[in-house]
């Protein structure tokens, strides 16, 4: 008998445990006004609406967070030869964000510390890329990712994917927040995750994720999708157009 109240009292207390990580859970929502866009061959970047509730107070913060899709990039390193810059090594960087964008109610390095973003994978240079040596050099090493990191980082905000300012985000009265959320002309079809976290002196207390697709349409999804799902045929149109279209050339060279 005293087994099975043992039992029903343990019941009880886990079910009141739950029942608070739901509610803590709960603490933030957010959604956007448009969570499918279309990619065509006039698309030229557009604006979203990020928008939630909050069970706030007063000195909260709110943080977002846009991850692109994962793609792999090249970077190189070039080295006058004889006169004739050309690259001397080229490196692989593996499964990195094609767009990372961040946005607070205010500075970030005033919302937490630099232990507490790594910690919950906040930045681009703490969410663990990996680089990978694409054309070894005989002697050297696995190039180490903290010594390019800078290089990748400048090169991804030159064109607009990892901007180097912070977006703002409006917070009313401690319980409702919106940002405007830019995305440039050159982002990548796929699923984009959008990470919106709340702190309070300086600890994550509640965080959603929402999500955001984006596809190709279109003449050039068709394009796209024929060269990916039967690449075979794709190359011999394409050698078979080539030909065609110098045979026209040199034919209407020839009349003139």
């Known amino acids: 008998m005293i087994r099975a109240r043992q039992l029903i009292l343990g019941f009880i207390l886990l079910l009141g445990m739950t029942s608070l990580a739901a509610a803590d859970s709960g603490r933030l929502v957010a959604d956007l006004s448009k969570s499918k866009i279309t990619i065509t061959s006039g698309f030229h970047g557009t604006d979203l609406l990020l928008f939630g509730a909050v069970d706030g107070a007063a000195g909260d913060d709110i943080l977002v967070v846009i991850s692109g899709p994962p793609t792999d990039i090249a970077q190189r390193r070039k080295a006058n030869r004889v006169g004739i810059w050309v690259n001397v090594e080229s490196n692989i960087w593996q499964k990195v964000p094609s767009l990372y964008t961040t946005?607070?109610?205010?500075?970030?390095?005033?919302?937490?510390?630099?232990?507490?973003?790594?910690?919950?994978?906040?930045?681009?240079?703490?969410?663990?890329?990996?680089?990978?040596?694409?054309?070894p050099i005989a002697g050297q090493s696995k190039p180490m990712a903290s010594e390019y990191i800078a290089a990748l980082q400048a090169n991804m905000a030159n064109i607009d994917l990892w901007p180097r300012q912070t977006g703002n985000v409006t917070l009313t009265k401690n319980t409702l927040f919106r940002a405007e959320v830019k995305l440039p002309a050159n982002i990548l079809s796929g699923t984009y995750d959008i990470r919106v976290l709340q702190f309070r002196n300086g600890v994550a207390i509640s965080e959603d994720i929402t999500n955001l697709y984006i596809n190709k349409g279109g003449l050039s999804a068709g394009i796209y999708n024929f060269a990916h799902n039967y690449s075979a045929l794709y190359g011999i149109f394409a050698i078979l157009f080539a030909v065609a279209a110098g045979w026209l050339a040199a034919a209407a060279f020839r009349r003139s």
Not at 103 to 132: M, Y
């Open 103 to 135: 946005l607070a109610t205010n500075p970030i390095d005033k919302i937490a510390s630099p232990e507490t973003l790594a910690s919950l994978a906040i930045g681009t240079s703490n969410i663990g890329l990996e680089i990978a040596a694409g054309t």
